[in-house]
């Protein structure tokens, strides 16, 4: 048996994925993702390993899911051979559609920012890396990376991510715990489930840590089975499966349609705008820039970090001048803060401006308090944070060009984020 351990530029997992492959008896090997795809064709099974694809740009997963490989691991995915995705891999697995496996692929969920939640009150939010207890979460039999495990199995393996929480909307969850997609759960050791951290890392739904689809061949996982031996059965179950393959099921999940009407974005009368551009090479803006043009669709790409701040009535107009040389908002040495009105287009080509926020929104919140706390702007009521998207076409219908970009979901991921039309 031979299975391809995927990579992408910013892939560091490979190592112990192929050792872990190796252990349970299968051959392993790397598969980069400028190698020829149609080469797919000739492995077992498959293995995205974790790490930081094309550094998380835009979002985790986001940039590698659009990858051409992965049109071609669709194939395989549909002859139902076993695809695992760990950490980051399980982020671009969910990102290009294969879990949770609607129809046609369509984006039905999210992995997003962690939210460590105790006692109602969040205690932290993003990077986390911890040791942490799985049990399984279905019928073992119906995924293939637990059917070599009995029902009360539980492992102990460890956690390392940024953007790991499971987000969805109520009616797929429980679409997902009648089809056996919820694989694998958080738990204490004892094996008692407790939705509050640190039992749930993350603040994932139902203590989500890994999502099958319905076929049960492909699984998006967070934690990581590779790194300790505790997590070999994962892999025995996929060697177990490859043997045992016959017809592969083929069984979508009904997701919910993406709501592609975006509203206007309107701000409040007493709240203040800070815009903030890069002065050096946007990387995240131009790789975006560069994926949208490996499919077809020529467009300029432009990014800006946006601040929405609400003073306390009275506060001083010198107040939001003196956040801004704070340095939090915008690092001088990269960075500067512009007016909204230098944002208008300075060519003749049209422009679509797109103000994304999370529906969560940890950075904005973590942000008041360090302002208010640290460098003592206790007038703040409140701070919002979000990422201001322009996209330029040189075409003349422009509105096909910009439905399009927003299809590919590059710019935001409707399941935990927000897109508002900017006007400036």
């Known amino acids: 048996m031979k299975i391809a351990i995927i990579q992408f530029p910013g892939s560091n997992c490979e190592s112990e994925s192929i050792r872990a492959v190796r252990a349970a008896g299968m051959g392993a090997e790397e598969f980069l993702w400028n190698r020829n795809p149609s080469d797919l064709s000739l492995f077992d099974g498959y293995f995205i390993v974790g790490g930081f694809s094309y550094e998380d740009r835009s979002r985790a997963g986001i940039i590698a899911s659009l990858d051409p490989i992965m049109k071609y691991l669709r194939t395989e995915n549909e002859k139902g051979k076993p695809i695992l995705g760990v950490c980051n891999g399980a982020q671009i697995l969910v990102e290009a559609g294969f879990v949770p496996g609607c129809d046609g692929y369509a984006l039905g969920m999210a992995l997003t920012e962690n939210k460590r939640i105790k006692n109602n009150r969040i205690l932290g939010t993003g990077f986390y890396n911890a040791w942490v207890t799985l049990m399984v979460g279905c019928d073992p039999r119906a995924s293939a990376f637990t059917c070599a495990m009995q029902p ?130 946007d990387n995240a803006a131009y790789t975006v820039q560069t994926a949208l043009r490996a499919h077809g669709i020529n467009v300029r790409v432009r990014r800006y970090a946006h601040w929405e701040i609400a003073l306390r009535q009275g506060a001083l107009p010198s107040t939001v001048s003196a956040i801004i040389a704070s340095g939090e908002l915008c690092n001088t040495n990269k960075e500067r803060s512009i007016d909204s009105s230098k944002l208008a287009p300075r060519s003749q080509s049209p422009f679509a401006w797109y103000l994304v926020r999370y529906r969560d929104d ?43 970009v927003l299809s590919t979901n590059i710019l935001y991921n409707p399941n935990s984020q927000i897109c508002m039309r900017y006007n400036p």
């Not at 300790?228 to 999940?253: C, D």
């Not at 640290?374 to 060009?401: M, N, R, Y």
Request: hydrophobic share 35%; aromatic share 6%.
């Open 152 to 281: 009360d199995f539980t492992m102990r393996v460890p956690v390392a991510h940024g953007e790991g929480r499971f987000m969805m909307e109520d009616n797929l969850l429980n679409e997902l715990k009648e089809k056996q997609c919820t694989t694998f759960r958080y738990c204490a050791p004892n094996g008692e489930i407790i939705d509050e951290f640190p039992v749930n890392p993350n603040g994932s739904a139902y203590n989500l840590a890994g999502v099958s689809n319905a076929n049960g061949n492909c699984l998006a996982l967070m934690p990581h089975p590779e790194r300790t031996t505790s997590g070999l059965p994962v892999f025995q179950s996929m060697r177990k499966y490859i043997a045992e393959q016959t017809t592969p099921r083929l069984s979508l999940i009904d997701c919910p349609k993406i709501e592609r009407s975006i509203p206007d974005y309107v701000k409040k009368q007493d709240r203040h705008e800070i815009i903030v551009e890069s002065i050096i090479t």
């Open 362 to 404: 940890n950075a904005g919140s973590s942000k008041l308090q360090t302002l208010r706390n640290h460098h003592g702007f206790t007038d703040i009521e409140s701070s919002i944070s979000g990422v201001l998207w322009t996209v330029e076409s040189a075409v003349e219908s422009q509105q096909s060009v910009i439905d399009n």
